[in-house]
């Protein structure tokens, strides 16, 4: 068990209460501040024994470095790729995530991203905005009887599988660091064997050296089935121009996005603002903001399983 003792966690970002109210009756001293920028953080770091964070603010050795009485860091969600891990463990820094928190959550959003595109839900409602009453070619096509591809199998992954047990459809699972997960409706397949089979893909990657752009040009134009494509993990896995060519050229029948390359949409160059404004030209492209796995059950049963890695509860 990590000893509390009246040590100091910061919290840099809106969290619930209920992880707040816990540490406070464990002794802690919270220092909450959700708006920290990261020089404000590296000048007051120093004194903490516990760093709260989400995606907003990267941890990386030189605050590390300067984190000399830190014990732990907790995420709250999915992804690690802004701490660098490996770094603080040379520290004795305990790292911990929670994708166990709103993996629940990230599966159902991908599928409502999904069925809101088979079945035509956010481009005719936006039709009957303008006035519009539009039967025949908003015609839907059925989840059951699909092949879907889930590419990553892990936490969010799983969760997306289990949300569509009730689907008649098969799932084509590719993940290279786990197998053994098939079931009578799971297959173990290649990436290869997705491209070629799947009527459905969705993501679920951490993003690494190895999975920035993965779904890029190359991924879209060895596509066989023109699936629909569904991305809830993170923005730099896919690369935003290569979604709009492939809407363009067809090779998928829709994108549902609930994360971009750039989610600083004030921020965007011209050739950025673009790509958008081409995205969204498409009634067969929908997108969020990055809330797929931001519900309120999500927002406490992240905290909780932080706090239970810690074992502060």
């Known amino acids: 068990m990590i000893s509390s003792m009246a040590l100091q966690v910061i919290i840099t970002a809106p969290v619930h209460d209920f992880l707040i109210d816990t540490l406070k009756e464990k002794g802690y001293e919270i220092i909450y501040t959700?708006?920290?920028?990261?020089?404000?953080?590296?000048?007051?770091?120093?004194?903490?024994?516990?760093?709260?964070?989400?995606?907003?603010?990267?941890?990386?050795?030189?605050?590390?470095?300067?984190?000399?009485?830190?014990?732990?860091?907790?995420?709250?969600?999915?992804?690690?790729?802004?701490?660098?891990?490996?770094?603080?463990?040379?520290?004795?820094?305990?790292?911990?995530?929670?994708?166990?928190?709103?993996?629940?959550?990230?599966?159902?959003?991908?599928?409502?991203?999904?069925?809101?595109?088979?079945?035509?839900?956010?481009?005719?409602?936006?039709?009957?905005?303008?006035?519009?009453?539009?039967?025949?070619?908003n015609r839907a096509n059925e989840?059951?009887?699909?092949?879907?591809?889930?590419i990553g199998f892990g936490n969010t992954g799983s969760a997306f599988a289990k949300v569509l047990s009730g689907f008649d459809v098969t799932i084509l699972a590719h993940d290279i660091y786990?197998?053994?997960?098939e079931t009578n409706q799971i297959r173990s397949a290649s990436l290869e064997m997705i491209q070629k089979e799947a009527d459905v893909i969705s993501l679920h990657l951490?993003?690494?050296n190895l999975t920035h752009h993965y779904a890029n040009d190359a991924f879209f134009e060895a596509l066989v089935r023109k699936p629909y494509f569904i991305s809830t993990c993170r923005g730099?896995?896919?690369?935003?121009?290569?979604?709009?060519?492939?809407?363009?050229?067809?090779?998928?029948?829709?994108?549902?996005?609930d994360v971009m390359e750039n989610e600083q949409l004030a921020s965007y160059s011209p050739a950025e603002r673009a790509t958008l404004d081409g995205l969204m030209g498409f009634s067969n492209f929908i997108a969020t903001p990055h809330i797929a796995g931001y519900s309120h059950e999500a927002y406490q049963r992240m905290a909780r399983v932080v706090l239970e890695k810690l074992a502060i509860i």
């Open 34 to 137: 959700p708006t920290i920028q990261y020089e404000e953080l590296a000048e007051i770091i120093s004194n903490a024994s516990g760093l709260v964070v989400t995606t907003r603010l990267k941890v990386d050795a030189n605050l590390i470095e300067k984190a000399t009485n830190l014990k732990w860091i907790a995420r709250l969600g999915s992804g690690m790729e802004l701490i660098d891990t490996d770094y603080a463990a040379t520290k004795g820094i305990t790292c911990v995530s929670s994708p166990e928190g709103n993996c629940t959550t990230v599966g159902e959003h991908a599928l409502g991203l999904l069925l809101s595109l088979m079945n035509r839900i956010h481009s005719s409602y936006t039709e009957i905005q303008k006035g519009a009453w539009i039967r025949d070619k």
């Open 143 to 150: 989840l059951t009887g699909k092949k879907v591809g889930i």
């Open 178 to 181: 786990r197998n053994n997960f």
């Open 206 to 208: 951490p993003l690494t």
């Open 236 to 257: 730099q896995v896919t690369a935003t121009k290569s979604v709009l060519k492939a809407l363009q050229n067809q090779q998928i029948s829709g994108a549902g996005l």
